[in-house]
């Protein structure tokens, strides 16, 4: 019923920026935290940014200052501006939606809904 659909992954060359989008659907009321995880070859998924329904957000140490995380409430869209991006940032990214109520005839929460993935790859 809910889901997460990315985009805006590509091929970008080390110093350049993406911008990647996540749209969530599905009757949503609202939704807690919105943020975005990534998953490089051979390494465990680990957490980039992530922004409250309040506008408070977390980033991890290895982007910070370089990825803004921001979101529109109005339309479950979160954004992630990845600017300065380096090689070591090529990875899948996942959007995630945490604290999700939705449904048409009465809410329903889900704890953690995850999107498919989009592919960044960053060339030296």
């Known amino acids: 019923q809910v889901q997460l659909v990315e985009s805006g992954g590509g091929l970008v060359q080390a110093g350049g920026s993406l911008r990647l989008v996540c749209a969530a659907s599905?009757?949503?009321?609202?939704?807690?935290?919105m943020g975005w995880y990534r998953q490089a070859p051979g390494k465990q998924r680990e957490l980039v940014a992530t922004?409250?329904?309040?506008?408070?957000?977390n980033y991890a140490d290895s982007v910070k200052g370089r990825f803004t995380v921001s979101r529109d409430n109005a339309n479950n869209t979160v954004y992630l501006q990845m600017n300065s991006l380096k090689p070591e940032d090529t990875a899948v990214y996942y959007c995630?939606?945490?604290?999700?109520?939705?449904?048409?005839?009465?809410?329903?929460?889900?704890?953690?809904?995850w999107g498919q993935g989009t592919l960044v790859t960053v060339s030296s």
């Open positions: 599905g009757s949503i009321f609202s939704i807690d935290a």
């Open positions: 995630n939606a945490d604290g999700v109520k939705a449904g048409k005839w009465r809410a329903v929460r889900y704890p953690e809904v």
């Open positions: 922004v409250t329904s309040g506008g408070s957000t």
